[in-house]
C-alpha cells in the first residue's frame, strides 16, 4: 500500500517494513520520510516494524494548494494510524514532525501510543512571544519566505549548510549527503514549503502539552542554530517534568545525519523501556 487517501482526497507516500512494533518517523521540513535512512536500517534491523511517509506537499505525496495547518497535518498522520491499524506505536517526531506529535496526542489520544519522541522538535514554539521571550523574531521567519520566493533552489542549499552544520572547516557530513538532502528538499512544492514556514514557526504547542501522558524522550542538539535548544527542547522538557530529555554537546539540528549512531542507540534505548 504505497498511498493512503486522506479526508480530503489527498495521496501520502507511505513506506511500512517489517513485522515487530511499530514505530511511526515524522519527517522535517522541508525533506521527506526519506531523511530517516540511518534509523530506517537501524531499526529494522532491531527488529520493528518501520513506517515513514511523506507529508502533504512533500516528496511524493500530493502537492494540494492547501491547507497546511497542524490540525490537518495531525488528521493525516491519524489517517494513517488507523489504515494500518498501528497499535503499541512509537511516534517520533523530527523538527516541523514534532508538531504533529503534539497535535495528534491532543486531538485523538494516546490509545495506540506506547511513547513519543521529539527530535530537535519545535515544541513547543518558536515565535518570540511574552511567553516565550528567548523566541525568534516574527521578521526571521518572513525573511526565510522572502528568500523561498526570490530563489528557493538557492535558499535550500545554503539551508542545507547550516542544518547540518557545514562550515569551512567544520563538515560533519559529506557533500554527497547535502546533495542528496537538496534533491529530496525539492521534491516539495513551492506552496508546501512557504505555507509549511508558517506552521511550524507561528504555532504555538503548549495547549497540547496536557495530552502528553505516555512515555516521552526529548532530544536536541545544543549547536543547533535552526531550532535553538534553549527555544525549544529545553523549554519542552521543562513544561514536560517526566518527560527524559538527552542534550548532544554541539550537534546541530540534522542530527540524525551527523551522530546517526548516537541517535539510534538513544532511540532503542528508550524503546526497550516502554516495551509492554
Sequence with gaps: MPFIT????????????????????????????????????????????????????FGQSSHPIGPYDYDTLAADLATIIEE????????????????????YLSRYGSARIAGVALIASVVPGLLKSEHNPDGIEIDTFANIKSQIRKDRFHFLQEFGRT?????????????????????????????????????WSLT??????AAFNVPTLIIHGSGDATVPAAVSGKRAASL??????????????????TVPDRLNQDLLAFLNKTAI
Design 6 to 57: 486522506t479526508r480530503d482526497d489527498v495521496n501520502l507516500h507511505v513506506k511500512d517494513t517489517g513485522n515487530g512494533r511499530p514505530v511511526l518517523l515524522i519527517h522535517g521540513w522541508p525533506l521527506t520520510g526519506d531523511m530517516w535512512e540511518y534509523q530506517t536500517l537501524a531499526l529494522q534491523e532491531a527488529g520493528y516494524r518501520v513506517i515513514t511517509y511523506d507529508r502533504r506537499g
Design 163 to 199: 542544518f547540518y552544520g557545514v562550515g569551512v572547516l567544520h563538515k560533519p557530513v559529506s557533500e554527497a549527503l547535502l546533495n542528496w538532502s537538496f534533491i529530496l528538499a525539492v521534491m516539495a512544492s513551492p506552496m508546501a514549503t512557504l505555507e509549511c514556514v508558517d506552521s
Design 240 to 257: 514536560l517534568p517526566n518527560a527524559h530529555y538527552i542534550e548532544y554537546e554541539g550537534a546541530p539540528h540534522g542530527l540524525f545525519a
Design 204 to 209: 504555538d504547542f503548549r495547549p497540547d502539552l
Design 84 to 103: 494500518l491499524d498501528l497499535t503499541d506505536l512509537t511516534l517520533v517526531g523530527f523538527s516541523m514532525g514534532g508538531g504533529e506529535v503534539a497535535r
